[in-house]
């Protein structure tokens, strides 16, 4: 399984940017099956979670520092994931990661930088 992000870049605060991850390559397993979810890393933090989404149960795990302004979604037609960024702050600066996880098996994307910057 291959992913690959796009759609970061530099926004001023308050500004929006959508990223977008396609998936590719599923031989066992289809895409719907993943869950799938978002993680930022910052210079000299921990990488976490952001959001996650599966097919089933729709989305879940926003941390309070991104609830209400951030959203994610899944088509599992075009095995694509997106996270729509509202409102941005320049503390949501970070490289941000596509990741899917099945039963044991986890797969990351090479990430794409987002930085909120004046």
């Known amino acids: 399984v291959q992913l690959a992000e796009s759609g970061g870049g530099l926004v001023q605060p308050g500004g929006s940017l959508r990223l977008s991850c396609a998936a590719s390559?599923?031989?066992?397993?289809?895409?719907?099956?993943?869950?799938t979810s978002w993680y930022r890393q910052a210079p000299g933090k921990e990488r976490e979670l952001v959001a996650a989404i599966t097919s089933a149960t729709g989305s879940f795990g926003y941390p309070d520092s991104v609830k209400g302004r951030f959203t994610i979604a899944r088509d599992n037609d075009k095995n694509m994931v997106y996270l729509q960024m509202n409102s941005l702050k320049p503390e949501d600066t970070a490289v941000y990661y596509c990741?899917?996880?099945?039963?044991?098996?986890?797969?990351w994307g090479q990430g794409t930088q987002v930085t909120v910057s004046s």
């Open positions: 390559g599923f031989t066992l397993f289809t895409f719907s099956n993943y869950v």
């Open positions: 990741k899917l996880m099945y039963r044991g098996s986890v797969y």
